[in-house]
């Protein structure tokens, strides 16, 4: 068992829906990530919060909007998806500043807009 | 070009076989160089991790960094059905404080009993 949790595992949405993502790290990290995993792509970097500062991947559309109220969560809000949004999002933690950049992983909540 | 390229696979071996798993990349400033496993229908886990480039070795996993060629590799001995799974190899340079880590699609691997 990792020290990065996930909620909900899954989810099924209709694209009217609005629905939150929720992730919380135990690691003592300053850094908190997520990712789109799509089938036989690339992880895709969405956001990256350091130190409660946003870094925005500009590709990323609106109808994701993240929130980190603390060093410990991270949120990903929701809205008006679209059936190509289904994807595995993962969140992931690191230390920002000084050390080793790895990366540790939630265990994904899997998506499916409908 | 991409900037970090895995052979998607799959790669199937017989239990007990020696599995080698590689990338190659196109950006020298990448420093560190990491494996992850991922389980399917689980979020990725870190396996090796290792800075610059040489050899790191963890029971029966050996990470390989050759700076020189942009090229690495994770070798598996005496492969497990249980090592079943996707890898992903993982990249990033140090100074940027670990946000421009770049991963490879995955090579999905299959270890038969």
């Known amino acids: 068992e990792t020290g990065v949790t996930q909620t909900p595992r899954h989810l099924v949405m209709g694209m009217t829906n609005k629905k939150s993502l929720k992730c919380e790290q135990h690691?003592?990290?300053?850094?908190m990530y997520w990712y789109k995993q799509s089938a036989k792509k690339p992880l895709e970097l969405m956001f990256v919060?350091?130190?409660?500062?946003?870094?925005e991947n500009n590709s990323v559309p609106s109808r994701f909007s993240p929130e980190c109220p603390n060093s410990s969560h991270l949120f990903l809000h929701l809205h008006t998806l679209q059936p190509e949004d289904s994807a595995l999002y993962l969140c992931?933690?690191?230390?920002?500043?000084?050390?080793?950049?790895?990366?540790?992983f939630g265990p994904g909540t899997r998506l499916t807009v409908t | 070009q991409k900037e970090v390229e895995q052979d998607p696979g799959p790669l199937s071996v017989p239990e007990g076989a020696i599995v080698s798993l590689n990338c190659t990349y196109s950006n020298s400033a990448f420093q560190y160089f990491m494996w992850y496993r991922q389980y399917s229908r689980k979020g990725p886990e870190l396996l090796m991790y290792?800075?610059?480039?040489g050899n790191k070795e963890d029971g029966r996993f050996t990470a390989q960094v050759d700076k020189s060629s942009k090229y690495i590799s994770l070798f598996i001995r005496d492969s497990q059905p249980s090592d079943s799974a996707t890898y992903l190899c993982?990249?990033?340079?140090?100074?940027?404080?670990?946000?421009?880590?770049?991963f490879g699609a995955g090579t999905r691997l299959f270890v038969k009993a």
């Open positions: 690691l003592g990290h300053n850094a």
């Open positions: 992931a933690s690191s230390q920002a500043r000084g050390g080793r950049y790895e990366q540790y």
């Open positions: 290792t800075y610059s480039s």
């Open positions: 993982a990249m990033s340079v140090g100074n940027t404080g670990g946000f421009k880590t770049i």
């Open positions: 919060y350091s130190l409660e500062e946003r870094v």
